[in-house]
């Protein structure tokens, strides 16, 4: 998407402006916000953070620099992918998304599809079923299909994760800004499903916490991967930046599928040495193995690109949404 400097730095101000709305960010998840700001090529990033900062840009100055109608589509876009980011509404994000559709002049029709997609996603069930990537029960073997032979139980849950970091990063090649947004359940199906296996039922509070030892935060995690639909390629971004080297520079679309693999693919094997070692590794332990296994991941990128793509062209956003709320006939 083209757009002016004035309406990119709105929409980055305004994306920022609905990650604090819920008044809930400690100092390490806020300056992870500023560090992703930092990368989507904005031109006077501490200016930009001080406005921000001292309440001189707020919704109602961002919205008027953004004068273009595909603008203000994006801008609600991404500030409604960045408030479900971590699951359903509060009151007082509610009320931003609300102020933000009024200052932008949209109407309730012209918001409804992404609200209704977004919703969705944020409150799909961790239980449900596993768009056929299950591993096999703990100890035992996943029976052959269709020829294909039996996998053992631990063979079975790499599989699982390769496929799951595969679909995450088809979903940064599809149309739908919402997209990216389906990848944070799915990350958190695949840590259930996991830890499931080795006889642990986690609900979502415990999902998302695992996630955030590792620093993969879901809302700076949104932020970044939204940016790159709406701002095209302009900078690697916050989880990216050890790609440069795998991806030779490339942002945008290309670096998106490469995050989301690396960090979907580095999830579910941290997951599963957690789970596998009865939950007792120190957070220092995760955030080593998480390092670890994203540079595997990273290795593993330039041969597993085209499969990524062709995993997109068979890739339906509206089916995935389907299976992750657990209506089987979707």
């Known amino acids: 998407m083209n757009l002016p400097d004035a309406e990119r730095d709105a ?3 305004i994306s920022f402006l609905a ?3 819920d008044g809930d960010r400690d100092a390490d998840e806020q300056t992870r916000l500023e560090r992703v700001i930092a990368d989507l090529g904005i031109q006077d990033v501490p200016a930009l953070l001080e406005r921000l900062r001292s309440g001189a840009f707020d919704v109602a100055s961002a919205a008027r620099e953004i004068r273009t109608a595909d603008g203000r589509q994006a801008a609600y876009e991404m500030a409604v992918s960045v408030c479900y980011a971590d699951g359903d509404l509060n009151a ?4 931003f998304l609300e102020r933000l559709r009024l200052a932008l002049g949209l109407s309730d029709a012209e918001i409804a599809e992404a609200a209704h997609t977004a919703r969705a996603l944020a409150t799909a069930p ?3 079923p596993d768009l056929g990537l299950s591993p096999a029960p703990s100890g035992g073997t996943r029976p052959s299909q269709a020829g294909i032979p039996a996998l053992s139980a631990d063979a079975a849950i790499d599989a699982m994760i390769r496929q799951h970091a595969l679909i995450a990063g088809a979903l940064e090649l599809l149309p739908q800004r919402l997209a990216t947004l389906a990848i944070i359940p799915l990350q958190m199906r695949l840590v259930h499903r996991i830890g499931a296996d080795f006889g642990h039922q986690l609900d979502q509070a415990q999902a998302k916490l695992l996630l955030g ?4 935060g879901a809302v700076t995690q949104v932020l970044d991967g939204v940016a790159r639909k709406v701002l095209g390629g302009t900078g690697r971004g916050l989880l990216g930046r050890a790609l440069g080297g795998v991806l030779g520079g490339a942002a945008g679309a290309a670096a998106g599928v490469g995050i ?3 960090t979907t693919h580095a999830l579910g094997h941290v997951s599963k040495q957690y789970y596998a070692q009865g939950r007792k590794l120190s957070e220092a332990d995760l955030k080593a193995l998480f390092a670890r296994f994203k540079r595997e991941a990273e290795d593993l990128l330039p041969s597993i690109q085209n499969e990524i793509r062709t995993r997109s062209e068979g890739l339906d956003l509206n089916r995935l949404m389907g299976s992750l709320k657990g209506e089987l006939g979707s």
């Open 92 to 95: 007082t994000e509610r009320d």
């Open 213 to 216: 030892v590792m620093g993969v």
């Open 126 to 128: 961790l239980p449900g």
């Open 19 to 21: 990650a604090v709305s």
């Open 11 to 13: 929409i980055v101000s």
């Open 260 to 262: 989301a693999f690396v």
